[in-house]
C-alpha cells in the first residue's frame, strides 16, 4: 500500500508524536497485526456494501446478502476487540496511532455508505442492546479531531456522491465537481 508506506516514513523521518507505539512492545505487536488486516476489513466492507459481482460499486443493484454482512460484522467485532484489549479510546490505547489512520477511511465512508444502501449502523451494529460499540465511539471521538473535521467530507455530501455515482471509486478525480451533485 503505497500510502501506508507514506505515513511510515514520514513517521521515521520528521520530528513529532510518533505514529506507532515502541517498538516490541504489545501495543506495536497490536498496531502491526491491526494494519496487516487492514485490507481484509477493507475487502469485506467493499462486498456488504457493493452486493454480488460490484466490488467498488454500491448501491441497491446487489441484495443484502447475509454471508458478507456477517463477514463485515467479524470485522467490526476484531476492531472492537483491539480497543477494548488496548483500554482504547483508540485502536491501540490512548494515542491516535498509524492503525487509525489507515482504518479511518474506510470506516467512514462504510458508515456513510451502509446507512445509505444496507440500512446497516456500524456504530451499533454488532451490539445486542443497540448500544454504540467500541467501533461507533472510536468513530465519533476520531471524527471530532480537528485535523478529521477539516479535512473530511461531510457525511450528506459523501451520501450525495454515493447515490449519484454508486461508486467508492470516484474521489480522486469527481470530488472536485461536488457543484454537479443531486
Known amino acids: 500500500v503505497e500510502s501506508l508506506d507514506i505515513c511510515r516514513y514520514v513517521d521515521d523521518t520528521f520530528a513529532g508524536p510518533a505514529l506507532m507505539p515502541k517498538a516490541g512492545t504489545d501495543m506495536h505487536k497490536l498496531a502491526e497485526q491491526l494494519i496487516s488486516r487492514v485490507d481484509s476489513f477493507a475487502s469485506a466492507g467493499l462486498r456488504y456494501a457493493a452486493g454480488s459481482g460490484r466490488y467498488w460499486g454500491i448501491g441497491p443493484a446487489g441484495a443484502d446478502d447475509a454471508e458478507s454482512r456477517k463477514a463485515f460484522e467479524f470485522a467490526l467485532q476484531t476492531l472492537s476487540k483491539a480497543i477494548e484489549s488496548s483500554g482504547g479510546p483508540y485502536l491501540v490505547g490512548d494515542q491516535v496511532t498509524l492503525a487509525d ?22 456504530r451499533t451494529a454488532s451490539s445486542e442492546s443497540g448500544d454504540t460499540t467500541p467501533v461507533g465511539r472510536w468513530l465519533t471521538l476520531m471524527e471530532s479531531r480537528p485535523g478529521v473535521t477539516s479535512t473530511s467530507a461531510d457525511p450528506e455530501t459523501l451520501a450525495r456522491a454515493f447515490r449519484k455515482y454508486q461508486s467508492f471509486d470516484f474521489f480522486d478525480y469527481q470530488t472536485m465537481f461536488l457543484s454537479t451533485l443531486p
Open 101 to 122: 489512520l489507515v482504518y479511518l477511511p474506510f470506516v467512514m465512508r462504510f458508515d456513510v455508505a451502509l446507512k445509505e444502501f444496507r440500512n446497516f449502523d456500524l
